[in-house]
């Protein structure tokens, strides 16, 4: 082996070690407010980019330890049927994804009321709630707002929490349309996956402070990625660049803790979803990740507990 290559391989090892070393003061730290022991977090992990089957899956998030799984209901009757049994034989909690595809706003209800039915009045797993990628950023506020009463009806039918995502391209893709549906709808509950807004406004949101907080008191479920200004997310959040982006972030996912507390509520659910490439950066002509994405949920999953719980 030539000096050049030891030398480069000796970097890579630096590099590499420096990305999978975590931050320890920040991984330490609690938030300012007092957590209560009886304060439950319920923290699941994702799917989304899992190469196996249904059953490895739920035996590997298990064996992680994870509370439960956050899945989209299958719309396929033996799929439902795999999946419900995989739930069960690892004894894991469940939320379930809806949503639509169809570019007609009515097509696309349809689907959307399907798969959200279908996991909402199902017998044999309650979820712990259903997170709605409901509507799209070109509809109408009128026909997005089908979505919205729909799922108020199904809520109060079920007593299930049915909260809609703050996802690009859908009906709250962006911090001030939020906020004009969270003003007209009262009963409307959001699953913050704030990273989606850093990157459609280009910031950490410091100068929307008002409306962040308007969503922060509608929350119910966090997706926990860490977006930034050019991305929903981050290469690798135990990198250090990354630290002053992760510590915004857990800004908000305090304020939502320390706001279920003042409320009453004894628990929150958390999904960790850095998600696969492209969502994950990989190398040019190789598509390798740049970091490894279990590896990063699992992280979050930990920092996390660290952080709320005792």
């Not at 628990?267 to 190789?286: M, Q, S």
Request: neutral net charge; contains cysteine; charged residues 25%.
């Amino acid at each position: 082996m030539s000096l050049d290559r030891r030398k480069f391989l000796s970097t890579a090892g630096t590099l590499a070690a420096i990305a999978v070393t975590p931050l320890e003061e920040l991984f330490a730290s609690k938030p300012a407010f007092q957590v209560p022991a009886v304060f439950s977090l319920k923290i699941l992990g994702t799917n989304w980019g899992f190469p196996g089957t249904m059953d490895e899956f739920c035996a590997k998030a298990k064996k992680a330890g994870y509370d439960g799984v956050e899945l989209w209901w299958p719309m396929n009757t033996a799929a439902q049927q795999n999946m419900l049994d995989a739930l069960q034989k690892h004894n894991l909690e469940v939320g379930f994804l809806a949503g639509g595809s169809d570019k007609d706003p009515s097509k696309h209800f349809d689907q959307f009321k399907a798969m959200l039915d279908g996991g909402a009045y199902q017998k044999t797993q309650k979820p712990l709630y259903i997170n709605c990628h409901s509507g799209r950023d070109f509809f109408s506020m009128d026909d997005n707002g089908k979505f919205i009463d729909y799922t108020t009806k199904v809520a109060k039918e079920t007593g299930i929490t049915i909260c809609h995502e703050t996802h690009r391209s859908r009906i709250l893709f962006a911090a001030h349309v939020a906020r004009q549906y969270i003003n007209r709808y009262s009963d409307l509950r959001l699953t913050l996956d704030i990273s989606h807004w850093c990157n459609v406004h280009e910031s950490l949101l410091h100068d929307q402070e008002e409306t962040v907080q308007l969503a922060l008191s509608r929350t119910d479920h966090v997706h926990a990625r860490v977006g930034h200004t050019e991305g929903p997310q981050v290469n690798d959040p135990r990198a250090p660049e990354w630290a002053d982006t992760l510590k915004r972030h857990l800004e908000w996912w305090d304020a939502v803790v320390q706001l279920k507390i003042k409320s009453g509520a004894n628990k929150l659910t958390i999904l960790t979803e850095f998600g696969p490439p492209h969502y994950l950066p990989a190398l040019p002509y190789t598509q390798q990740p740049v970091a490894d994405q279990w590896a990063i949920n699992e992280y979050m999953m930990q920092l996390l507990r660290k952080r709320y719980l005792r």
